[in-house]
């Protein structure tokens, strides 16, 4: 399997994402709704409002804002206490427009929880705690110590004490729910990120190594001639230098190191063209080539293909880079986790082709078997493999794989082929993990015109 990318620290430090032009829009839109409610109040439902302290409460978001536009550059991107800092003056400045405009009678008291919901997507766990901390003892200290709403009659606008502390309840458990949700969908939404990031490149270099095959094959049959031709005029060379010692062991040095280009670019590619035939290949041979680079790893792989009524004629599969790459983290992943042997069979009807591989291992934890698939779960075992330890678990490679088969039609089952309860006694073979792979046949089993299309050459 492939280990994450981006380790811990990479994953947990995501502040830098946040550009300072972003926060200086959300507090200009701030600004501007403030202005609008204390002035709509004043106006309109005639409340006797401290307003030189309501506006200069104001401007001190509106200074704050003028001074990071022309002190900082407009792409800033904002480190994890730059960010903290400026949501922790966010959250300050609408605590004191509260504490002048009656505290959590003002029904605009639960706008404290948006600085908190930005926190928790953009900094770290650590920080939002802070933050949060500190929103909560702010609006808990409103609910005591506010200037009361008056209208301008001097009635005073009193809130029921029951009603009161609902709005301080809603409140804190609006800053906890939300911050939670919105921690919880933007670490999903990185990690994803991250693991789409990790199937395009792995994806990219199975196809740079799928096109590097092609070229070294078109290579060893381009040059076949100009080799073949050097290789005759050396011999006929050597043939007739009989009486010139010293020229004759240079034209045979010539024929010979001819022979030695030729073994090697027939060692580098095989046969000549971009050859569409070499584009498909039989199912067994697909999957063979897939669990290759796995079979001399100290496991035994068993390889069976089963068709309808015993059908021997395998049908023709895309050798596509996608599923060469996705079948062979699958087979990886088993021989990782097998006692000693693994199988991989591969089925076919009239509509349908299934790849199957299976261990003789532990099986999936029972915990686990519903989230297989998903970036970053955890390992397989509940303590690190020490057949594995170069990886911190197996659910990026599984994601790989499971993203790369899904592109090319095909739909993944995971199971256990036993109990993983049972002791190992109890075990028979085909006891362990089970991953099938299933394709609707007309997705990656060509058209026999297809199949059987002129060649390209790939090199003019």
């Known amino acids: 399997m492939s280990p994450p990318l981006l380790g811990p620290s990479a994953r947990d430090t995501p502040s ?15 600004v501007a709704g403030q202005l609008v409610a204390i002035t709509a109040a004043h106006r309109f439902y005639g409340l006797d409002l401290p307003l ?98 008056r209208f301008s009659d001097g009635e005073v606008l009193a809130v029921p ?8 309840l809603a409140i804190v458990i609006g800053i906890g729910f939300l911050g939670i949700y919105s921690r919880r969908v933007s670490v999903e939404m990185r990690s994803m990120a991250e693991a789409l990031l990790a199937t395009q490149m792995a994806l990219a270099r199975e196809q740079k190594l799928t096109d590097l095959g092609g070229v070294v094959a078109a290579a060893a049959h381009e040059l076949g001639t100009p080799l073949a031709t050097i290789k005759l005029v050396s011999t006929e060379m050597a043939s007739e230098l009989g009486d010139r010692p010293a020229l004759r062991e240079d034209a045979e040095l010539i024929r ?17 063209k971009d050859d569409s035939h ?38 023709l599969v895309r050798r596509a880079p996608e599923i060469i790459h996705g079948l062979r983290n699958l087979v990886q992943n088993a021989v990782d986790f097998a006692r000693s042997e693994v199988w991989v069979d591969a089925e076919w009807s009239a509509t349908e082709i299934v790849v199957r591989i299976v261990d003789d291992g532990e099986g999936f934890p029972p915990q686990v078997i519903g989230r297989l698939g998903d970036p970053f779960t955890r390992s397989r075992r509940a303590a690190p493999d020490a ?48 991953v099938e792979v299933v394709w609707p046949r007309a997705r990656i089993s ?12 790939i090199l003019a």
């Not at 830098?16 to 701030?30: E, F, Q, V």
């Not at 035994?300 to 049908?315: I, N, V, Y």
Request: net charge positive; proline share 6%; aromatic share 6%.
């Open 16 to 30: 830098d994402w946040i550009r300072l032009r972003t926060l200086i829009l959300l507090r200009w839109l701030a």
């Open 52 to 149: 030189g302290l309501a506006y200069l409460a104001v401007a001190a978001a509106v200074v704050a804002n003028l001074i990071a536009v022309f002190a900082f550059p407009p792409n800033k991107r904002l480190s994890e206490v730059e960010a903290l800092l400026t949501l922790l003056i966010d959250v300050a400045q609408l605590a004191l427009l509260l504490y002048l405009t009656g505290g959590l009678s003002n029904p605009f008291a639960l706008l404290i929880v948006a600085p908190v919901t930005i926190s928790a997507t953009i900094l770290t766990l650590r920080s939002t705690v802070l933050l949060g901390a500190i929103a909560v003892a702010l609006v808990s200290l409103l609910a005591f110590f506010r200037l009361p709403l």
């Open 161 to 168: 004490p029951l009603i009161a502390f609902g709005n301080w």
């Open 256 to 272: 010979g190191q001819a022979d030695r280009c030729r073994d090697i670019l027939r060692s580098m590619g095989r046969a000549g």
């Open 278 to 315: 070499l584009r498909h290949a039989p199912l067994g041979a697909v999957v063979r080539e897939a669990a290759e680079p796995h079979a001399g790893r100290g496991k035994t792989l068993h390889f069976d293909t089963l068709g309808p009524g015993g059908e021997a004629r395998q049908p």
């Open 387 to 434: 057949r594995r330890p170069e990886y911190e678990g197996m659910g990026l490679g599984l994601f790989i794989a499971k993203t790369l088969l899904e592109r090319t039609g095909a739909r993944l089952r995971f199971r256990n082929g036993a109990d993983p309860f049972l002791t190992e006694a109890e075990r028979e073979d085909r006891s362990g993990a089970v």
């Open 446 to 457: 060509p058209d026999p015109a297809e199949a059987l299309a002129a060649n390209r050459p």
